[in-house]
C-alpha cells in the first residue's frame, strides 16, 4: 500500500510544482521551494515502510526543492535558484521560531491541540541545525553542480545534470544531516544504514522527477 501511496504522491507533487510554474511562472517556482521546505520539515516526522526501508515521508516534498530549483537554473538563472534557496532557508528558521512561540503559550481550558502541537513541534535543537545547514549547502551543491555539467555539455543532456546534481546532492543532505543529527548517539553502523536507506529511496524519487523536468522546460518555452 505504501509503495503505491509513493508513486501517487510523486505524481502529484511534482505535477502540482508544474501547474506552479504554469500559472505563475517564474514567481511559483521561486515559491514552491519555501512552501515545500516547511511543508517537508512538518510531515517528515513520520516514518513508513517504503520498498521495505523505513523512510521518513516528507522525503518527496523535499525532493521536489531541486527539482524546483533545477527548473529555475534550466529556465530562469541560477541567482533565481539561489533566490528560491535562501528562502526556503528564512522559511524553516521561521517555522521554527514560531512554533516555539505558540509553544510557550500556556493553553485554556477549552484547548485541544496543545499536546499534539508540543508532540510535532517540541524542539531539539541540534537536529533543526543540522536539518538546517545540510538543507541550504546540499541545495547550493545542486545548483553549482548543475550549471557546471551544462556548462561542460554546452547544454545537452538534460537528463544527465539532472540526475547527477540531484542524486549526489541528496545523499550529502541525508549523509551530512544524519551525520550532525545523530553523532554520538548511534554508532557509526547504524548511522550508515540509516543515510544508505534513505539514500536509495531518494534517489528513485531524483530519476522519476526527470520527465516533469522536460515538462517544465517545455511549457516555459510554449509560454515565451
Known amino acids: 500500500m505504501n ?20 500559472l505563475f511562472r517564474k514567481s511559483g517556482v521561486i515559491a ?26 516528507g522525503t518527496v516534498m523535499f525532493a521536489s526543492t531541486f527539482l524546483a530549483t533545477d527548473i529555475l537554473s534550466e529556465c530562469y538563472s541560477i541567482e533565481d535558484a539561489k533566490k528560491a534557496v535562501k528562502l526556503g532557508l ?20 477549552f484547548d485541544y491541540a496543545h499536546d499534539a502541537m508540543k508532540t510535532l513541534f517540541s524542539l531539539n535543537l541540534r537536529i533543526s541545525i543540522a536539518s538546517a545547514v545540510m538543507y ?9 553542480i548543475f550549471n557546471r555539467i551544462k556548462q561542460r555539455t554546452e547544454g545537452k ?5 539532472n540526475n547527477i546534481s540531484t542524486i549526489l546532492c541528496n545523499c550529502l543532505e541525508n549523509f551530512g544531516f544524519i551525520g550532525i543529527a545523530f553523532a554520538g548517539i548511534y554508532d557509526l553502523q547504524t548511522i550508515i544504514t540509516i543515510a544508505v536507506s534513505t539514500s536509495i ?12 523536468l522536460y515538462l517544465a522546460k517545455h511549457i516555459h518555452g510554449s509560454d515565451e
Open 90 to 109: 528564512f522559511s524553516d528558521v521561521l517555522l521554527i521560531v514560531a512554533t516555539q512561540i505558540a509553544l510557550l503559550y500556556k493553553p485554556s481550558a
Open 157 to 161: 543532456a538534460l537528463w544527465l545534470r
Open 201 to 212: 529511496i531518494e534517489a528513485l524519487v531524483a530519476v522519476c522527477d526527470t520527465p516533469f
Open 136 to 144: 541550504y549547502i546540499a541545495n547550493m551543491a545542486d545548483i553549482y
Open 32 to 57: 514552491w521551494v519555501p512552501i515545500a521546505t516547511v511543508l517537508a520539515n512538518i510531515i517528515t516526522a513520520k516514518n513508513a515502510e517504503i520498498i521495505g526501508l523505513s523512510t521518513a515521508i
Open 3 to 22: 509503495n503505491l501511496i509513493i508513486i501517487c504522491e510523486v505524481v502529484f507533487v511534482f505535477t502540482a510544482l508544474l501547474l506552479c510554474k504554469k
